[in-house]
Every structure is written in structure tokens, then in C-alpha cells.
């Protein structure tokens, strides 16, 4: 039985599909008074995947989560694997001025409390996200999917990070590939000049496929775009696995003239062209 949640149901479509799994219908409505209603139709099983992103709208996306596992618990649902392609508020999880809440564990304890068995995501912003939780939770890769698009769709492109926190995605698109990758870095040339580039690289008349993991406002992102173009890239293609792209952060990316932007569907989006949904599905396959 596989429920979507309001972020994830054409994702939840896809994982049901794969693993040829019933979708369970999921009523969700506001009351007048902005309160939330859920009610999960069809045949309650003992087991459950749930798949919700819990991007924008986070609190919205994270309550409709919370009703939807509490529900399943008290319609007595013994295993219940929560699927959260995109962990929002998983970039507190840490205290780092004194006062803090420390979100990501907040958000983990009240999953487990409300009935969750594991959880899975999907390139978490930190690995040590997974050690909040008590029950299993593990952390996927969505990486080489990105990278199997990018050898089907360019020919002997260079990978770049738009920092060095990055490289590892670059060189892992570069390992699968057999192409190129490199990081852009910023050089001091007097106390008043930086000059970013790539480190390595001569990126002069070559393809070059940006990556990251997430694209929030799209800074980073435009940034690298501007400084491939100068450096006389001859197309210059965004990729991410997190498509958060805050307000008109696509728009600036084109503007800062990328040819295109491609990302996963942990989270919707206009650029959500690859799925995730083989993923997630062959490791619920695995068990
Ligand atoms: C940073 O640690 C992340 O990997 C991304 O580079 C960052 O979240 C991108 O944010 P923005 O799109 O706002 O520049």
C-alpha cells in the first residue's frame, strides 16, 4: 500500500508503478479556518510506504506527514516506511548560537513518535542527519541518476562544482562517465580583487554541466553560470538533485545564461525531469 502525500503524489504514482503496488487514494482539504483534514481511503494493509517531500510549504507539507503516519498507527499499520525525498529543515542540526531549536532532531523525534518504522531520503544536506533517528533510516544517492542523463544527453562534457563542497558529486558524474569534472575557486589577485574559476580545468569551447545538491536561491548556481560563460564555455547546462528554487530563482539562472537546467522530482518543479522513483523503488524491492 503506498500513499502520496500532497508534496509527492505523481512521485508516490511512479514508486507504485515500479513496484506494481496499490495507490492508496488520500483525501486532504483545509477547513475554512486553514485547519487540515486528511482521510486515507481503500484497504488499510499492515504495511505502508508513505512518500512525502516536505519542502515548501514545510509546515503545511510536515503536518499532512504527521496526520497521515498517526492515522496509519491508529488503524493499527505495523511497518511504515516514510519515504521524504527532500528533507526539509535538515539544515539545523546543530545548535550553533545558544537558544537554537535544533529542527532536524525536533522533526526526527516527532516521526518517530507519530508511528514512523524508517525512513528514507534522498542526499541528505548532512550525512549525520540519519544518526537523529532511532529506527533505520537511510540516506540514497541520486547522483548516478543524474549522471546517466547527462552520458545520454551530452557528449564529453566537463562536471563542475560550483564549489569545492560540491566536488564529490562532480567527480562521482565524472567517475560513472569517464569525463572530466572540476570545482570553481576563488583566487585572491589583490586585496580589493577575487577572481573565480575553474581550478583546473580550460573550459574554452566545452560543454559543461554544473551540479549540486540543492538550488535554493539559485546564488551559487548563477554565479558558476556567469563565470563557465566568461571562461568561454561553449554551453553551460545546470543540474541538481533538490530543485527548491526559491521565487524566481529558474529565471535568474537562465538569465545568467544556462542553456538549461535539469533536476530530479524529490521535489516538483518545472526542471523535474529525472525521477527518482527507480531508486526509491529498487530499495523497497531490496527490503
Ligand atoms: C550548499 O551547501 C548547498 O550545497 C547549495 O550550494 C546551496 O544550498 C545553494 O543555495 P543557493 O541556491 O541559495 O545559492
Redo the contacts with the bound molecule.
Keep these: 500500500m503506498i500513499i502520496g502525500g500532497s508534496a509527492s503524489q505523481k512521485l508516490a504514482a511512479l514508486i507504485a508503478k515500479e513496484l506494481d503496488e496499490t495507490l492508496c487514494p488520500l483525501e486532504t482539504r483545509k477547513f475554512p479556518d486553514g485547519e487540515r483534514y486528511i482521510r486515507i481511503g481503500g484497504n488499510i494493509d499492515s504495511n505502508a510506504v508513505v512518500i512525502q517531500s516536505t519542502g515548501y510549504p514545510q509546515d503545511q507539507n510536515l503536518l499532512e506527514l504527521f496526520l497521515i503516519l498517526k492515522t496509519l498507527k491508529s488503524l493499527e499499520v505495523e511497518d511504515i516506511k516514510v519515504i521524504i525525498p527532500y528533507f526539509g529543515y535538515g539544515r539545523q542540526e546543530k545548535r550553533f548560537k545558544s537558544g537554537e531549536a535544533i529542527s532536524a532532531q525536533v522533526i526526527a523525534e516527532l516521526l518517530e513518535a507519530s508511528g514512523a518504522s524508517e525512513i528514507l531520503s534522498i542526499n541528505l544536506?548532512e550525512d549525520g542527519l540519519c544518526d537523529l533517528f532511532n529506527i533505520p533510516s537511510y540516506n540514497l544517492n541520486a547522483i548516478p541518476l543524474i549522471a546517466e542523463y547527462i552520458g545520454e544527453k551530452f557528449n564529453d562534457p566537463v562536471i563542475v562544482a560550483?564549489?569545492k563542497?560540491?566536488l564529490g558529486f562532480a567527480r562521482k558524474i565524472g567517475e560513472i562517465l569517464g569525463c572530466d569534472c572540476d570545482h570553481l575557486e576563488k583566487t585572491r589577485l589583490s586585496p580589493e580583487n577575487v577572481e573565480t574559476k575553474p581550478k583546473n580545468m580550460d573550459i574554452e569551447g566545452r560543454e559543461a554541466v554544473i551540479i549540486?545538491?540543492?538550488?535554493?536561491?539559485?546564488?551559487?548556481?548563477?554565479?558558476a553560470s556567469r563565470i563557465l560563460s566568461k571562461h568561454g564555455s561553449s554551453k553551460v547546462v545546470v543540474s541538481c538533485v533538490h530543485p527548491?528554487l526559491?521565487e524566481d530563482?529558474l529565471l535568474k539562472i537562465f538569465a545568467s545564461g544556462a542553456d538549461d537546467v535539469i533536476a530530479t522530482d524529490t521535489l516538483k518543479s518545472d526542471v523535474s525531469t529525472i525521477s527518482v522513483a527507480p531508486l526509491i523503488a529498487d530499495f523497497i524491492k531490496k527490503g
Excluded: C, E, F, K
Aim: charged residues 15%; hydrophobic residues 40%; without cysteine.
Design positions: 544536506h560550483p564549489d563542497g560540491a549540486d545538491d540543492i538550488i535554493s536561491t539559485g546564488g551559487t548556481i548563477v554565479n527548491v526559491v530563482a
